[in-house]
T-cell receptor
């Protein structure tokens, strides 16, 4: 079984400061990892993903994430936060070797990111 | 707009009634997924299609739920004899199956309230 943990329900950051949203995962094999953002009353927007290769992945809106296999983590980062980054962020995982199934993504519970002016 | 669309956006129904939701994926995408999201939780996988074939169902998909994708294009999700516990946001996503790790693109969702 695969699972995702987002240990922080809420992260507060001052505008202009760096931000980190934490994510750890568990899969039987190797992971595909994703970050999505959700604004109020809207669907999920794709930010970035890790498939293979370089552990540092760059995505939309200046976000990046670092895959760390030994720590089974995929933390989302941004060097300088904007007020408009305030939203709900979800980490998701899928096992590379889905075999006879399990092609759906498993999501964490989400982290509210609040950027204070 | 060439993104994933869902209709209706909101649905209020009484317990025991049947409801049906529609999802139109991105046109060239061969995979279509349904998820359910309740307040304070991340989306939970329900089922998915590759073209018209339904390849996987989650244990969350009770026998009151049925999904179809008859021509490999749009999909419908029907809930029969709705219960208050069915109140949630129902999300649809689509992707283009390649070698794996493809991105799922989500629609805006249908919010269901069962009274």
């Amino acid at each position: 079984a695969q699972s995702v943990a987002q240990p922080e329900d809420q992260v507060n950051v001052a505008e202009g400061n760096p931000l980190t949203v934490k994510c750890t995962y568990s899969v039987s094999g190797n992971p595909y990892l994703f970050w999505y953002v959700q604004y109020p009353n809207r669907g999920l927007q794709f930010l970035l993903k890790y498939i293979t290769g370089d552990n540092l992945v760059k995505g939309s809106y200046g976000f990046e994430a670092e895959f760390n296999k030994s720590q089974t983590s995929f933390h989302l980062k941004k060097p300088s936060a904007l007020v408009s980054d305030s939203a709900l962020y979800f980490c998701a995982v899928r096992d590379v070797y889905s075999g006879g199934g399990a092609d759906g993504l498993t999501f964490g519970k989400g982290t509210h990111l609040i950027i204070q002016p | 707009d060439t993104g994933v669309s869902q209709n209706p956006r909101h649905k209020i129904t009484k317990r025991g009634q049947n409801v049906t939701f529609r999802c139109d994926p991105i046109s060239e995408h061969n995979r279509l997924y349904w998820y359910r999201q309740t307040l304070g939780q991340g989306p939970e996988f329900l089922t998915y299609f590759q073209n018209e074939a339904q390849l996987e169902k989650s244990r969350l998909l009770s026998d009151r739920f049925s999904a179809e994708r008859p021509k490999g294009s749009f999909s419908t999700l029907e809930i029969q004899r709705t219960e208050q516990g069915d109140s949630a946001m129902y999300l649809c996503a689509s992707s283009l199956r390649t070698s794996g790790g493809e991105t799922q693109y989500f629609g805006p969702g249908t919010r269901l309230l069962v009274l």
